[in-house]
């Protein structure tokens, strides 16, 4: 039996506008999917200071914050929005002394990290690009010792690596020290899998000036398959 063309074609948009139906946002979702690229530096506005929590006598005390940059590239006819994207970290890596690997330092149950809105999600625009605070340099909580970082003068200038977590809706700052450190950064979102990146940061300086020195603070951000067999993770 032969059917004439308008009933077949009928017949095929007939299934298409079904499938839509059904499949519809999932079918976008794959033809519009956004694409991402991260960034950092070592200038505003990767690189900020900002007034602390912590009172002294001389007023609040001032910290750094080290951003990551998260942007929409451009993917077939246009650019969709990123929703719900969320950054976590459940481990952090360190390089002591003469070593040629990163070993483990700490093991974390899965952690947010906080945007520049200071919340744990983030509708990420495609001409609105948005920021995560990985790091921040502040005063430690521990007494320095002699190789950590007391002024010429005497004074207390004990500047370490600090990473701002949100957990049970409470800010908290984990101490790194100084050094050289890897953190895995693991980004998520509605409409993309799950992606992880590595940030080496290397901080060795007494105040927040020195950032600006190549020798006190370095930063790099790489994806995750340029670390194969550089870690030595715990079993």
Not at 91 to 109: C, D
Request: glycine share 6%; net charge neutral.
């Amino acid at each position: 039996m032969e059917y004439p063309i308008p009933a077949i074609v009928t017949s095929l948009l007939t299934l298409l506008l079904a499938a839509i139906a059904l499949f519809g946002e999932r079918i976008r979702g794959w033809i519009f999917k956004p694409e991402i690229s991260l960034k950092t530096g070592k200038v505003e506005p990767y690189i900020q200071n900002e007034d602390g929590e912590t009172e002294s006598e001389e007023g609040a005390d001032r910290i750094q914050i080290v951003r990551v940059l998260v942007k929409i590239s451009k993917r077939f006819l246009f650019r969709s929005p990123l929703t719900n994207c969320k950054v976590f970290i459940d481990k952090v890596f360190e390089k002591r002394s003469n070593a040629e690997k990163f070993s483990e330092l700490k093991n974390l149950v899965p952690t947010n990290l906080l945007w520049h809105t200071k919340d744990t999600k983030m509708d990420i625009m495609p001409d609105l690009p948005a920021y995560f605070e990985v790091v921040v340099i502040r005063k430690s909580k521990l007494e320095p010792t002699d190789n950590t970082g007391k002024a010429e003068d005497g004074s207390r200038q004990n500047y370490v690596m600090h990473i701002p977590t949100y957990r049970l809706e409470k800010l908290e700052y984990m101490e790194l020290g100084r050094g050289t450190f890897l953190i895995p950064i693991t980004l998520c979102g509605e409409k993309i899998k799950s992606r992880k990146y590595y940030l080496e940061i290397y901080w060795d300086g007494k105040n927040l000036n020195d950032t600006r020195s190549e020798s006190n603070f370095r930063i790099d951000l790489h994806e995750c398959d340029e670390y194969k067999g550089k870690i030595i993770e715990e079993k």
